[in-house]
């Protein structure tokens, strides 16, 4: 697993600026947000794919972490990530008006598509495989794309 520090402090950082940002753009508009169920269940979910991004980069850069134990973590942690934002997704689909139900299957299509990759190199770790830390790559590009596009999606949504 060297060799991959640098690209898991990279993501991280990443992650933790994305968030960030969509705190403070959510903050702005809170008032608004908490009139509109369904938004704060899309921002949920797009801020647990970035928190997953956080801690799966912060697990893999503890020093003495094997490639089966990190296999274990990252497989627990992205199995309860994509559980939580399945549910949130499914909650939101659920409860919001007809005339956008497309649009918010496909933004839950593309926030699990984006764990796809995640819980494949989770077990491919855990069978002791480091070729899984390769499929953490379109991972981490595809939750970072996702998060980028349900966060538009969210900000304009609360201004409506």
Known sequence: MEGWNDFFVAAAGT?????????????????????VPTVLLRASATIALLGNVIGISLLMLVPTITVRRSGIALLALNAGVAIFVGWLSQRSIRMGPPAFRSAQIAG?????????????????????????????????????????????????????
């Open 15 to 35: 992650a933790s600026v994305l968030a960030g940002l969509l705190f403070v753009g959510l903050s702005i508009n809170l008032e608004r947000l908490l009139r």
């Open 108 to 160: 839950a299509v593309l926030c699990m598509f984006a764990m796809a990759p995640l819980l494949i190199g989770s077990a491919l770790l855990l069978g002791g495989h480091t070729s899984g830390l390769g499929w953490l790559v379109p991972g981490f590009l595809l939750s970072f794309a996702a998060t980028l596009i349900e966060s538009w999606v969210v900000l304009v949504e609360i201004n409506h």
